[in-house]
């Protein structure tokens, strides 16, 4: 079994920034495994937002490609998710995840964290 905890969330203003954090835990070889950022805003599906390699290649939605920036630590098996630059449409809760192989998502979801981003 594989534990997902993320942490970070908040409520920020327009322009502001957070740090997200995804700490696994449990049955994973978390240093081979690609890792994912989802969000989910009220009402929408959840979306891709970032992915990182094990090799520390990086993707990015186009909605937040020179804002975010996703990274990770495979000694302390975590994922960082930099948010600068926010905006009210980055508002949603935000989890991890990883990939079992190419395209096909584990089913371990963590409980997430909310972002809120309101002046």
């Known amino acids: 079994q594989v534990q997902l905890v993320e942490s970070g969330g908040g409520l920020v203003q327009p322009g502001g920034s957070l740090r997200l954090s995804c700490a696994a835990s449990g049955r994973i070889i978390f240093r081979i495994y690609t890792m994912a950022w989802y969000r989910q805003a009220p009402g929408k599906q959840r979306e891709l937002v970032a992915t990182?390699?094990?090799?520390?290649?990086?993707n990015y939605v186009d909605s937040v490609k020179g804002r975010f920036t996703i990274s990770r630590d495979n000694v302390k098996t975590t994922v960082y998710l930099q948010m600068n630059s926010l905006k009210p449409e980055d508002t949603a809760v935000y989890y991890c995840?990883?990939?079992?192989?190419?395209?096909?998502?584990?089913?371990?979801w963590g409980q997430g964290t909310q972002v809120t981003v309101s002046s």
């Open positions: 990182i390699t094990s090799g520390h290649n990086t």
């Open positions: 995840n990883y990939e079992l192989r190419p395209g096909v998502l584990s089913s371990d």
